[in-house]
């Protein structure tokens, strides 16, 4: 009995471990994490199981489907959807942290690993009570860049897609404003690009990028159109500008 709970005792600091080396990538989609992600993998963060090809993404969208399927089944099992957001913080319930304990200690091994999910901006507040010394780095990207982007892959109207972008760049921006953390802005050019991810690198525990890189032109299908903005996205996106790099 004495050596089960020892055994119990390592396995929960094993699993404490695995967090305090997570890096979670948040960014809505259709906004550069898939980007962002693989220049991370290729800097040496472990993503386990992810996808490496996809019609709309021939590079591979980096996203882990244990915890796409987790935060499908959460948003289900609410009455949502990634493209109707809850509102608010959610509280999970016992068997739902359970499951996500589960995906955590799938990583006890590894000694730096993060996975990208643009849901995760939904669920933020609880992954982050079960990971407390979990890393964050972020991504963003123009509205109406993203709002054509929805369109050409979904038939999204723009009005839609520019709620939903206010509605997951509201909580990044909430998020950097509490506890700040790198900001990337997937409307800079590659050469800026990464020269603000090699410049946070190092405080992450990864390696620099040289000439092997996960960037390419395919990445970024849509550039800026030249729309009216409604003025709350405007100033939100200002703001995010503002903080990248700070």
């Given at each position: 009995?004495?050596?089960?709970?020892?055994?119990?005792?390592?396995?929960?600091?094993?699993?404490?471990?695995?967090?305090?080396?997570?890096?979670?990538?948040?960014?809505?989609?259709?906004?550069?994490?898939?980007?962002?992600?693989?220049?991370?993998?290729?800097?040496?963060?472990?993503l386990?199981?992810?996808?490496?090809?996809?019609?709309?993404?021939?590079?591979?969208?980096?996203?882990?489907?244990?915890?796409?399927?987790?935060?499908?089944?959460?948003?289900?099992?609410?009455?949502?959807?990634?493209?109707?957001?809850?509102?608010?913080?959610?509280?999970?319930?016992?068997?739902?942290?359970?499951?996500?304990?589960?995906?955590?200690?799938?990583?006890?091994?590894?000694?730096?690993?993060?996975f990208?999910?643009?849901?995760?901006?939904?669920?933020?507040?609880?992954?982050?009570?079960?990971?407390?010394?979990?890393?964050?780095?972020?991504?963003?990207?123009?509205?109406?860049?993203?709002?054509?982007?929805?369109d050409?892959?979904?038939g999204?109207?723009?009005?839609?897609?520019?709620?939903?972008?206010?509605?997951?760049?509201?909580?990044?921006?909430?998020?950097?404003r509490?506890?700040?953390?790198?900001?990337?802005?997937f409307?800079?050019?590659?050469?800026?690009?990464?020269?603000?991810?090699?410049?946070?690198?190092?405080?992450?525990?990864?390696?620099?990028?040289?000439?092997?890189?996960?960037?390419?032109?395919?990445?970024r299908?849509?550039?800026?159109?030249?729309?009216?903005?409604?003025?709350?996205?405007?100033?939100?996106?200002?703001?995010?500008?503002?903080?990248?790099?700070?």
């Amino acid at each position: 009995m004495q050596r089960s709970i020892v055994d119990l005792f390592q396995r929960v600091l094993r699993r404490g471990g695995a967090g305090r080396r997570a890096l979670l990538i948040l960014g809505m989609h259709r906004s550069g994490t898939s980007f962002l992600t693989g220049s991370l993998q290729q800097a040496g963060l472990e993503l386990g199981r992810h996808s490496a090809w996809n019609p709309h993404n021939t590079r591979g969208n980096r996203e882990n489907p244990d915890f796409v399927a987790f935060h499908e089944d959460l948003l289900a099992a609410r009455g949502c959807a990634w493209d109707r957001p809850p509102e608010g913080r959610l509280r999970w319930s016992r068997a739902e942290q359970a499951r996500a304990r589960a995906l955590i200690a799938g990583f006890d091994a590894v000694p730096s690993w993060g996975f990208k999910d643009p849901r995760t901006l939904l669920f933020i507040d609880a992954w982050r009570s079960l990971m407390p010394g979990a890393r964050v780095i972020g991504i963003f990207r123009h509205p109406a860049a993203v709002a054509r982007s929805l369109d050409a892959r979904g038939g999204m109207p723009i009005d839609k897609a520019l709620g939903l972008w206010r509605h997951y760049n509201a909580r990044l921006l909430a998020l950097h404003r509490t506890r700040p953390f790198p900001l990337l802005s997937f409307d800079e050019s590659e050469p800026e690009l990464h020269s603000h991810l090699n410049s946070v690198l190092g405080a992450l525990g990864l390696n620099a990028l040289h000439d092997d890189r996960f960037w390419a032109a395919e990445l970024r299908h849509h550039e800026t159109p030249s729309v009216t903005l409604p003025g709350d996205c405007g100033e939100l996106y200002r703001e995010l500008k503002a903080r990248v790099g700070a």
